[in-house]
């Protein structure tokens, strides 16, 4: 399966700046997708990464909010912009590792807190 | 997606089987049963899934009845480190196309 390595795995950021986390795959993918869990919660979709196009967003997120990037079949970046406590969470890419057993595999996580 | 219900929480004794229900009755005929679990601040794991068929590999047993409403993710000797919550997530096939959708899932609690 597809194995995903995310950065930072942590940071504490001040309110009003910004936090870009990369996501890179071993292998091309088609779709990356990156998801949000706030404490104690579970996970929620944000938006779908294709390559090539803009991403799109699920509802209650917006690009201006979560800018992401896709240069490539290998790498995303998420930015969480003009950050306040409420976005203190864990942010974690996901891929379809079709290629072996039809699971998804998950980054480890970036756990964001914001002071 | 169809919809999956799941107990908020379940205790299992280490060395016992831990049963872990879940209840999706609208599920359609191309939707998939998958399981995940989430160990405390790492990414959700894949177990197994399946359609139709009962499923078992290294890790788990995917028990799927017969109108596929409901589905049993047995691990057959939880140990310690099975300590997770776990997801059980129903969704078509889409070739990496498509995002998994996460209910609130099952807290196992295994204790020694």
């Known amino acids: 399966s597809a194995v995903i390595s995310q950065k930072p795995s942590r940071d504490i950021c001040q309110r009003g700046t910004s936090l870009t986390i990369q996501c890179q795959v071993d292998?091309?993918?088609?779709?990356m997708f990156w998801y949000r869990q706030q404490p104690g919660q579970s996970l929620t979709l944000i938006a779908t990464?294709?390559?090539?196009?803009?991403?799109?967003?699920e509802s209650g997120f917006v690009i201006d909010k979560f800018p992401i990037s896709r240069p490539n079949l290998t790498f995303s970046t998420l930015t969480v912009s003009n950050m306040s406590p409420e976005d203190s969470s864990i942010y974690l890419c996901?891929?379809?590792?079709?290629?072996?057993?039809?699971?998804?595999?998950f980054g480890s996580g970036t756990r964001l807190t914001v002071v | 997606d169809a919809k999956t219900t799941q107990p908020p929480s379940m205790d299992c004794a280490e060395g016992r089987a831990a049963n872990l229900p879940c209840n999706h009755s609208t599920i359609s005929g191309n939707e998939y049963v998958y399981w995940y679990r989430q160990i405390h601040s790492q990414g959700p794991q894949y177990i197994i899934h399946?359609?139709?068929n009962n499923e078992t590999n290294e890790m788990a047993s995917l028990i799927i009845t017969e109108d596929r409403k409901s589905s049993t993710l047995i691990l057959p000797h939880a140990t310690l480190r099975d300590t997770a919550v776990y997801y059980c997530?129903?969704?078509?096939?889409?070739?990496?196309?498509?995002?998994?959708?996460f209910g609130s899932g099952t807290r196992l609690q295994v204790q020694p």
């Open positions: 990464a294709n390559q090539g196009s803009e991403a799109t967003y």
């Open positions: 399946g359609l139709k």
């Open positions: 292998s091309q993918v088609t779709m």
């Open positions: 996901s891929v379809d590792s079709a290629q072996t057993n039809y699971g998804y595999t």
């Open positions: 997530i129903v969704s078509i096939r889409d070739t990496g196309r498509r995002a998994l959708t």
